[in-house]
């Protein structure tokens, strides 16, 4: 298993190209269920993820075409063959589960391996399936499968959400995009992955309004055609490296980042004490003076990501004073603590919330990472602490953050993977 080893203390100074999101590319990858015709995707990130969603499509008869040697330029189509997504796919990756409804609204069955849980909580996705229920779905959960079926089309409903998941709000916004008559998805979620999904479906010929509220609203069309588009830029990684600049008392531009996809992020991070500049077509973030704990909540879009809450922590474990930082999502995103403690930190954890005491240096330490953030977060504090500082099992940072080593080294960081 590869290993990322950081000699800590140089302040990242120079440029990051911003990738394509992964939370928006897996479920634009899904879309290409929904036509016969060839969907082009661009600004892909080249991620273990993308290659899992290429395999889980390829399996169900699409075809996944890298057209530009870059490999961030992907060409899907073909017919459905094959509607059953297996276990040994799924347990890899949760988003398969996205191709429940585009499976059910074209050919009128699916049978897909239940996720299960996996680090960050149990994930269900009890909200996927009622709300393809109300469209007509039925569905039998046996040895470890959701088997659903639908007579005829999807029919359009109107789902309200008691909370706000992303997932269930894809699933639905692309099997509601080809049922037969309208669909209301109350309480959705307004990730900006989200909205990017449906700029896609509407340029496939989708009918939705609502686009960026919490209110969508689809009439089903028979079939939708072919697009192109464009990917946006990663916010989650953004995010990141802005911690990365802030935690190393260095000064980065973030080219391609966009402002007004960070939502609380930029408010949280400006109270902590980190310089925001929005550029022509980037963001340039810097340490000014010190860092101020700050305390943060997560929650849905545009509140604070819980995709940032382990990099914000670990940003918190060397700023000035405390900070309070409370998990609203996941029941166990936690499980970066303990290893941010083994470098230094004072963290403690009391149920959702954790109290994170700044000190004033970190020292380098093995460290185990459990989960995709939670890696970056201790490459973060690797940034900061004085030494050497191992990150072990890195698969699970390759599943959501491209050329992690490459970008930092260009920043003057002093940081290496070790294979094997
Ligand atoms: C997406 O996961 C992201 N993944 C996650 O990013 C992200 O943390 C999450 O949204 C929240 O923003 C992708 O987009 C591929 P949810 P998703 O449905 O859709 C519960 C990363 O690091 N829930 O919004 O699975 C669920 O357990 C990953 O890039 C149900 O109870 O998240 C969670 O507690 C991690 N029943 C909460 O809702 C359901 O049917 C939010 O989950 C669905 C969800």
Redesign the pocket.
Known sequence: MDRIRIRGGRPLSGEITVGGA??AA?PLMVAGLLTDDRLILSNVPRLADIQTMSQLLEQHGIAVDFVTNDGRTLSLGGAITNTEAPYDIVRKM??SVLVLGPLLARVGEARVSLPGGCA?????????LKGLEQMGARFNLANGYIDGKVDGRLRGAAIVFP??????TENLLMAASVADGRTVLANA?R?P?IGDLAACLVAMGARIEGIGSDTLTIDGIAKLHGAEHAIIPDR?ETGSYACAAAISGGSVFLRGARLDHLGATVRILREAGVDIVEELNGLTIRRLNGLHGADVMTE?YPGF???MQAQFMALMSVAEGASMVTET???NRFMHVPELNRMGARINVHGASAIVRGVPGLSGAPVMATD??ASLSLILAGLAAKGETIVNRVYHLDR?YEAVEQKLAACGVDIERISG
Do not use: M, Q
């Open positions: 992964k939370n897996l949760r988003a960050i909580g149990t994930r269900p996705v009890d909200l996927h909370f706000v998941s992303v997932g269930a979620a990730e992955e989650i849905p990501p819980t995709d999502i996941f029941e995709l953030r959501g």
